[in-house]
Structures are given as structure tokens and as C-alpha cells.
């Protein structure tokens, strides 16, 4: 069985870890991406539970988190209850204060609970990592290059047409193509089957290095307050997703371990068009408009060293469908791009490898069934796939409201 993986970025070398651990030793799998990232942006710093899981049990990375990334306790939301007033810093705090008593024992971790229920991880660091680990697993070939075309054939292997940096043409048969290319999008854009639905979202983010985080403090919190010192799941809630939510927008901040054992922080402004009446994106037009409405921010902001930026207007898109009986499959970016308020961008990816690899094993055991791709993907999209609008509402209704 012959595997290939478009694409070079994390979830693709994620994919071929979950394979080279999951599937027989007969596949074959070849990853097919250029090694320079060609200035796409990284996205997502932080990490929800069912992504850990998968990093954890079924990839065992649970000790290279605990060594190399911050721990993740909670999810923070911040509510200003004078949103007009930028001097008044009362903030209504919603977060998961008190941890879950079923999480599975981490060895050598010394924090509270057995375990983070998640992390904050530095995407830099990690993507650095896990190529590293990919490229010294056996069964797993790189080619630094481009598809640049693809033929899909229903009862035989497919065909992918690839141009190398070195500029060479090759030709490689696949029995599965897996379409992980991020927003190059190569099978959607040949299958002409991306979807541009209604309410669009902006993003404009940036890293911080070196700011004081004890400005993140200078607030008036109303609301549950962590657990303290002695008490059961005490924790430093610097150490959570951090949403500050405003008309039409939010703020992320995830905060991450600089390699330089500099504090390093992700910071980002999601903004919904029909909503919210204005333009973030540079520093510039970010720091007027915080300063309006959530100062705490930006004098984070003032207080350390702009590391890099990145925007990206009218994002949002979805592939339909994602899953074909004829043995290809997109994942990831190249499939969608949702608003990343809850963090889904690589829980929806695990989540794919893990059927996928399913769909592949039936395969391989001669039981492949064409209506298990449908099925997966009805699955997969949940009550979304009933209405045929996948992640068509927009924001969620809270950011609508406020």
C-alpha cells in the first residue's frame, strides 16, 4: 500500500506519525512538500483536549510536551461590562476553575492535577520537532518539491505529477492521496469543490517577546476566582487560552515558552465583517483599536518586542466533500478554515487522521466499503452536515450579542 501525504507542514508530518504507528508495516508512505514554508503564516498555539489525547496516547509525545511546552488548565474569557469606557477594567471571567478528576497520570509531572488537561505550545518549536522525528521514522519518505498536478483514477492508482526544487519532473502512483497542502489547497482547487459561505472573518496576529505579564492582572475581575494556594487544582491562570471579547471581534492571547527563556505570547484579533466596523491589520491600527476597549492588552502589548506579524482577510472557506471512495482524502487547512476561537484547527485534523487511517485499514483487510467515506464525513461534520452549511452562522451567537 502506497501512501501519499501533499503538504509539509504539521499536520502532515503528524498524519505520517499516526500512520507509521497505526497502520501495517507494508505501507509505504511519502510526504510531498517543499521544506521552506514559501512564507505561509504558522497558526495555532494552543491545543484543546481531544487534540492532547491524541498527541499523548496515540502518538506518545507526552513527556516532549511536558519538556518543551507550557502546561494549558483552563479556557479564559473576559467580558468588559463597560465596553465603551476604556479607563473601566471590570471584566465578568468565565473559565473551567476547577480541573477533572479522570485525567490520566503524566510521569514527572509536578504541576497541579495528574495532568494538563491541555498545552500551550510553542508552533515554532513544535513543527521544528516533529519533522525532526518524522524524517528519522522508517517507512516514511520525504520529497522536497510541488505537486503540481494530480490524476484521480476510481479502480487504479492515482498519479501525482511533481516538480522538485532541484526543478527535476518525476511521476509517483498512489493507491491513497491525502491533500494536507494548507491553503494551496491542490486537490480542491483541481476538484473545484471549495465553498466561500456567508460571514466572513479578518485575522490579524503577531508574537510578543519579553512584555510583563503581571499587567495582565490589571483588571477587575468579577467572577469565579481560581482555586487557591493549598487548595484542590490551585493553578496560575497566566497559564490558560486568554479571550478578551468585544462587538464583532475578539483577542486571543496564548501564551508560550520562548526558547530564549524569554516569556513569548501569540496574540491575535479576529474580526467578523458585517459585525465590527473597522480594519486590524498592523500594529498600528491593532493598538488604536485595543486601546479602546481592552488598554490591559495593549499595554501588555507596549511592555515587550514585536516578534513577527501576519494577517489574512476573508479566510473563511470549507471543502465539500472532504472524503472520496475513490481512496483520496483532505485534511486540515486545505479543507477548512473555521473561526479558531475554540482552538479547533488541529482537533478537527486529529480527528481526520483518525478516520482516515480507519478507512485505509479496511481497506488494506479487502473491506472497503464506498459509503464509508459519506458516512465518515456525516460523522465528521455533525449537525453542520444536516442543514449542507457547514460552518455557515459565522461567529459564534456570543460575539454577535455582545
Request: aromatic fraction near 10%.
Amino acid at each position: 500500500m502506497n501512501i501519499v501525504i501533499i503538504g509539509n507542514g504539521i499536520l502532515a508530518n503528524l498524519g505520517a506519525m499516526y500512520f507509521s504507528k497505526h497502520l501495517p508495516p507494508s505501507v509505504h508512505i511519502t510526504i510531498v512538500g517543499p521544506d521552506d514554508r514559501e512564507g505561509l503564516p504558522v497558526v495555532g498555539e494552543s491545543i484543546i483536549e481531544i487534540t492532547t489525547h491524541v498527541l499523548e496516547t496515540k502518538l506518545g509525545l507526552g513527556q516532549y510536551l511536558m519538556k518543551n511546552h507550557l502546561p494549558k488548565y483552563a479556557l479564559t474569557y473576559y467580558f468588559k461590562m463597560d465596553p465603551d469606557d476604556p479607563t473601566d477594567r471590570t471584566y465578568a471571567v468565565h473559565c473551567n476553575e476547577r480541573g477533572p478528576d479522570d485525567l490520566r497520570k503524566l510521569d514527572g509531572w509536578e504541576g497541579p492535577m495528574d495532568n494538563p488537561p491541555s498545552w500551550l505550545i510553542n508552533r515554532e518549536v513544535f513543527d521544528r520537532d516533529i519533522r525532526e522525528m518524522v524524517s528519522h521514522t522508517d517507512g516514511i519518505e520525504r520529497i522536497d518539491g510541488h505537486v503540481r498536478d494530480v490524476q484521480i483514477c476510481q479502480d487504479q492508482q492515482h498519479t501525482l505529477f511533481i516538480e522538485k526544487i532541484s526543478g527535476e519532473q518525476i511521476q509517483m502512483d498512489a493507491d491513497w492521496v491525502i491533500d494536507v497542502s494548507g491553503r494551496k489547497q491542490v486537490l480542491p482547487r483541481k476538484l473545484n469543490n471549495i465553498i466561500r459561505p456567508e460571514g466572513q472573518r479578518d485575522c490579524f496576529w503577531f508574537r510578543v517577546a519579553g512584555f510583563d505579564r503581571e499587567l495582565l492582572k490589571k483588571i477587575n475581575a468579577l467572577g469565579p476566582m481560581p482555586p487557591g494556594p493549598g487548595e484542590p487544582y490551585h493553578y496560575d491562570r497566566y497559564y490558560s487560552t486568554h479571550h478578551f471579547m468585544g462587538r464583532g471581534n475578539w483577542i486571543w492571547m496564548i501564551p508560550m515558552k520562548g526558547e530564549d527563556e524569554r516569556d513569548l505570547m501569540s496574540i491575535g484579533f479576529v474580526s467578523h465583517p458585517d459585525h465590527f466596523d473597522g480594519n486590524v491589520s498592523t500594529m498600528e491600527s491593532f493598538l488604536e483599536q485595543v486601546d479602546k476597549t481592552h488598554p490591559v492588552v495593549s499595554d501588555l502589548v507596549r511592555s515587550g518586542e514585536i516578534v513577527d506579524t501576519n494577517v489574512l482577510k476573508r479566510y473563511h472557506y470549507v471543502v465539500n466533500p472532504m472524503y472520496s471512495a475513490e481512496r483520496w482524502a483532505i485534511i486540515g487547512d486545505a479543507a477548512y478554515a473555521p473561526d479558531p476561537l475554540f482552538s479547533n484547527g488541529l482537533a478537527f485534523g486529529t480527528i481526520q487522521w483518525e478516520q482516515v487511517g480507519a478507512m485505509i485499514r479496511k481497506d488494506m483487510e479487502g473491506t472497503w466499503m464506498h459509503p464509508m467515506s459519506r458516512v465518515w464525513l456525516r460523522l465528521f461534520w455533525g449537525r453542520y452536515w444536516q442543514h449542507r452549511q457547514p460552518f455557515q452562522t459565522g461567529m459564534p451567537p456570543c460575539m454577535i450579542r455582545y
